[in-house]
């Protein structure tokens, strides 16, 4: 039996792949290991999104060898797959197959002709009518947490992103396999699933059937209904994209406690006219108008977002507009980024004119407001009581004390295991149990908060 060995880089989406991908093979005879000196295919999912995550590629296939110095076949797939296709045999030459990102269920095939003629393949193909969207649960990264994929591709072109050509234009999945394959992982013991894609709130499925029953403004409003009446105990979704985000999809929330409290939007640039040349399709008026319709929901959403800093053409006024937007709306988290062109997308043709430093420096100004909200939206949940899905066991049975000590930290003994989870809202929560309560959704008394992470005890 060939053993094959997936790496996988980038986001939620392309760890989704990977899980299709190794159920895939899994079902085709080859056996999925984690050892990569053991594996005769070395496989890498890859990501484009930053230029360092290609390079990252090429020392990685540099570093591939058996132990006895013989180098196993080594395939790429993802986004620089996509993009970069039969090039990459020249660029990297340690590569022996490329599969593009719609072409992933017909890996196994192209594996077994790498391994019949040793000669390069790629396949940067169109997905089959008939693609098999669901995971074993064996594939999956987490046995409580699923990712469920809705909706594929991007069509909207922000002119600093590779995404729309490394993935194609969107296509939605039918509602009704996607409610399938929810109540399939309910009933497998997964308690939360994360409705994904590039868009969710885009979703625009080519029939109505599965969301007949169900109100709701749009297509992904009443797939959000739809999906809450499976019963699964929580569901997220993630990314929305702020032109589409009707305020409906706050009401579905208020109206589903399995909706979870926690929206990801990114706003990307507090000035319009930088929103513009990043052909973002909203306005900072109508992104913070969805801001507030979410902000007063009984249910407290948290509140997350994108931001990049030093566009081309930016200028410190522009940038005081996104500083005083992340203000105003107190994220719970952020993700900054400094701007850096990517190839192949329009903004990469402008003049990259904002001075390095100046990025630096405007990233970190971001930065420090980003974690004022951000230490702030942790503290106000220190001695309140959460419900948190027990996701990860960790077996550093002690702690430092670091309240209030300086040179040798006293060690607290604990008497259990410590767990990590997330709260509805999706803060990361350790926490101690004497019981095993992995899988299980528990209340914790929030006691500490730190930088990025709540600690608490079970109640
Ligand atoms: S919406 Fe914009 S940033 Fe998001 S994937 Fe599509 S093109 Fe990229």
């Known amino acids: 039996m060939k053993k094959v060995y997936l790496e996988t880089f980038g986001c939620q989406m392309n760890v989704s792949d990977s899980e299709r ?9 080859f056996e999925m290991t984690a050892n990569e000196s053991a594996a005769d295919v070395v496989l890498f999912n890859t990501c484009s999104v930053r230029e360092k995550a290609e390079h990252k590629l090429y020392t990685r296939v540099g570093q591939v060898r058996n132990p006895d110095g013989t180098k196993p076949i080594v395939g790429v797939m993802g986004c620089v797959a996509q993009l ?90 039918p509602a009704a396999q996607i409610v399938r394959q929810v109540s399939v992982l ?84 507090g000035s319009d006219r930088v929103l513009k040349a990043m052909r973002r399709g909203h306005t900072i008026e109508s992104y913070l108008q969805k801001i507030d319709k979410i902000k007063v929901s009984p249910r407290k959403i948290a509140l997350s977002t994108d931001i990049i800093v030093g566009f081309p053409t930016e200028t410190e006024e522009e940038f005081l507009e996104t500083l005083k937007t992340a203000q105003y709306c107190e994220f719970d988290s952020a993700y900054a980024f400094k701007y850096s062109p990517r190839p192949g997308t329009p903004a990469a043709e402008m003049a990259d004119d904002v001075e390095a430093l100046e990025k630096t420096d405007r990233f970190l100004r971001l930065e420090k407001v980003l974690r004022q909200s951000q230490t702030k939206a942790l503290q106000s949940c220190v001695n309140k009581i959460y419900e948190v899905l027990a996701e990860k066991k960790s077996f550093k049975k002690d702690r430092k004390d670091k309240s209030a000590h300086i040179g040798q930290l006293p060690t607290i003994q604990t008497n259990g295991d410590n767990f990590s989870g997330h709260t509805t809202c999706h803060k990361v929560v350790n926490f101690e149990s004497s019981n095993d309560v992995l899988g299980k959704i528990v209340k914790v008394k929030i006691t500490e908060s730190k930088t990025n992470t709540l600690y608490g005890e079970i109640c």
Not at 24 to 29: H, W
Not at 228 to 249: L, M, N, Q, V
């Open 186 to 269: 309910r009933d497998q013991g997964v308690k939360e699933i994360h409705l994904i894609g590039q868009n969710v709130n885009s979703y625009r499925p080519k029939s109505d059937v599965g969301l007949e029953n169900f109100r709701g403004a749009t297509p992904f409003s009443k797939l959000l209904r739809a999906v809450a009446a499976t019963g699964i105990e929580r569901i997220k979704f993630t990314t929305s994209f702020p032109r589409d985000f009707h305020p409906d999809i706050v009401d579905a929330i208020n109206e589903n406690e399995n909706l979870c409290n926690w929206v990801h939007l990114p706003f990307q640039s």
């Open 84 to 173: 970069e296709g039969e090039t990459l045999f020249a660029k990297s030459p340690g590569v022996d197959f490329v599969i593009g990102t719609q072409a992933v269920g017909r890996v196994g095939k192209v594996i077994e002709n790498v391994f019949e003629t040793r000669g390069n393949f790629y396949d940067l193909g169109v997905r089959e009518e008939n693609y098999d969207w669901t995971t074993a649960p064996a594939q999956r990264h987490s046995p409580y947490v699923a990712f469920v994929p809705i909706i594929e591709g991007c069509n909207k072109f922000c002119t600093y992103c590779i995404v729309p050509f490394s993935r194609g234009r969107e296509k939605s999945l």
């Open 21 to 29: 991908v190794a159920t895939r093979l899994a079902a085709e005879g």
